[in-house]
């Protein structure tokens, strides 16, 4: 069977992806292949980021691979934070431990939608503070060429905490749909449905496309 790499070393989204595209190739992970390096994320974009990762492997490894990017989008805030999902507490000067980066990046991002005033009514008995999406951009480098995979869900960020599954901003975002978050969906349903499953599945079709 021919070998990819995924440029991550996040068992959930290596089993997750594992899981998908068992029938094509083995999947190894960064540690697989011995590189332990912090691949720098410098750019400006989702596609960006994850092109940057896959290019590193490549460049220094010479293995065909594919590598991901994700975050969260708040239309009251202009697409923020973005690429800086992960960093967005930080950047707002908060301190932050990776015990409590997840809950404090929740708190800024709603402390600054409630600074909006919004008026978006309710959703199963919370305050909607504002339309958001989450996006996935999956950046593959196959035979020499590269293609990009994009999976995005649409919903609504909501005024309280709900929820105890998943991770990052689960407990206040709403896939359009249904009622509860994605924290309150929990993994499995939400792994079914996510902005990743979506982009995983683009990958898997265009795999398919090649037999
Ligand atoms: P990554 O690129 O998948 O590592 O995601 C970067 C950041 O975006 C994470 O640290 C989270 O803050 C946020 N994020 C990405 N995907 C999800 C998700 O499925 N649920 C909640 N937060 C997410």
Redesign the pocket.
């Known amino acids: 069977m021919e070998t990819i790499v995924f440029a991550s070393n996040?068992e959930h989204?290596l089993q997750e992806i594992r899981n998908i595209l068992s029938g094509h190739f083995e999947i190894k992970s960064l540690h697989d292949i011995g590189c332990e390096a912090d691949i720098p994320e410098t750019g400006l974009t989702?596609e960006e980021?994850a092109l940057q990762k896959a290019e590193y492997v490549k460049a220094h490894y010479g293995l065909d691979c594919f590598a991901?990017?994700?975050?969260?989008e708040v239309e009251a805030l202009g697409g923020e934070p973005g690429i800086y999902?992960?960093r967005?507490a930080k950047m707002h000067g908060r301190e932050v431990t990776p015990d409590t980066?997840?809950d404090i990046?929740m708190d800024v991002l709603i402390e600054r939608l409630e600074a909006l005033k919004p008026q978006y009514g309710t959703l199963a008995g919370a305050r909607i503070l504002s339309p958001a999406q989450?996006r996935?951009c999956i950046a593959l480098i196959y035979k020499g060429e590269t293609h990009y995979f994009d999976g995005i869900v649409r919903g609504n960020i909501i005024d309280q905490k709900r929820g105890t599954e998943?991770?990052?901003?689960?407990p206040i975002?709403v896939p359009d749909g249904f009622d509860k978050t994605?924290a309150q969906l929990g993994n499995e349903t939400?792994n079914g449905i996510?902005?990743?499953a979506r982009a995983v599945q683009k990958l898997e079709a265009f795999f398919n496309s090649l037999k």
């Open positions: 996040n989204k989702f980021n991901d990017d994700s975050g969260m999902s992960a967005y980066r997840d990046n989450f996935t998943g991770f990052g901003y689960d975002f994605y939400k996510s902005h990743r």
